[in-house]
T-cell receptor, first 113, second 116 residues
Framework: SQKIEQNSEALNIQEGKTATLTCNYT??????LQWYRQDPGRGPVFLLL?????KEKRKERLKVTFDTTLKQSLFHITASQPADSATYLC????????????FGGGTRVLVKP | NAGVTQTPKFQVLKTGQSMTLQCAQD?????MYWYRQDPGMGLRLIYY???????DKGEVPNGYNVSRLNKREFSLRLESAAPSQTSVYFC???????????????FGPGTRLLVL
């Protein structure tokens, strides 16, 4: 069956280091993947979208890669700051676009000063 | 622009009571979604509406009904609330036009529902 999976274990990281989060998908070939940030008690907020023909996308201290061979997207937060502490969600195209999958379970990141 | 708004912010129900969660967006988006999120779990899609006049089931539709009232509004109804429906409910919208166009979803602030 189709799956989109993220590491459910929280990622604890020291301020200034790079956090790397993984999103793996199975039996599926998404045209693009999106990454969202969710703070406690709030709705997810869109960060980045990467298409299947793009290897890498950057936005300020964020970087996303998309490896269609490994069926994996990596999300990097460089020079991490305590304000980056949140849950990060990987998402395929939404169901209105004909996709059956929904968001990955998310990975919580805690950046310690 | 307010984006996506949801009412109420918080609600307590007794088992068996009914209620409607309201959602509205002012971005002229075609598609709208209802999700629930339980502690320690990801977002699960309840229902979605790809365009005005259409609705489809998501992953967890049982116990819910939806109405796409017009392009702006998408409501979620619990006919007979159960404790298992205690959750945070999020509404979202996206400008769906083509599956390959890039469909960012914009989320509302959520409704926290407690069913006793």
């Amino acid at each position: 069956s189709q799956k989109i999976e993220q590491n459910s274990e929280a990622l604890n990281i020291q301020e200034g280091k790079t956090a790397t989060l993984t999103c793996n998908y199975t039996n599926y070939s998404p045209a693009y993947l999106q990454w969202y940030r969710q703070d406690p008690g709030r709705g997810p907020v869109f960060l980045l979208l990467i298409r299947e023909n793009e290897k890498e996308k950057r936005k300020e201290r964020l970087k996303v890669t998309f490896d269609t061979t490994l069926k994996q997207s990596l999300f990097h937060i460089t020079a991490s700051q305590p304000a980056d502490s949140a849950t990060y969600l990987c998402a395929p195209p939404p169901q209105a676009a004909g996709n059956k999958l929904t968001f990955g379970g998310g990975t919580r990141v805690l950046v310690k000063p | 622009n307010a984006g996506v708004t949801q009412t109420p912010k918080f609600q307590v129900l007794k088992t068996g009571q009914s209620m409607t969660l309201q959602c509205a967006q002012d971005m002229n988006h075609n598609s709208m979604y209802w999700y629930r999120q339980d502690p320690g779990m990801g977002l699960r899609l309840i229902y979605y509406s790809a365009s005005e006049g259409t609705t489809d089931k998501g992953e967890v539709p049982n116990g819910y009904n939806v109405s796409r009232l017009n392009k702006r509004e998408f409501s979620l109804r619990l006919e007979s609330a159960a404790p298992s429906q205690t959750s945070v409910y999020f509404c979202a919208s996206s400008e769906y036009s083509s599956g390959r166009a890039g469909e960012t979803q914009y989320f509302g602030p959520g409704t926290r529902l407690l069913v006793l």
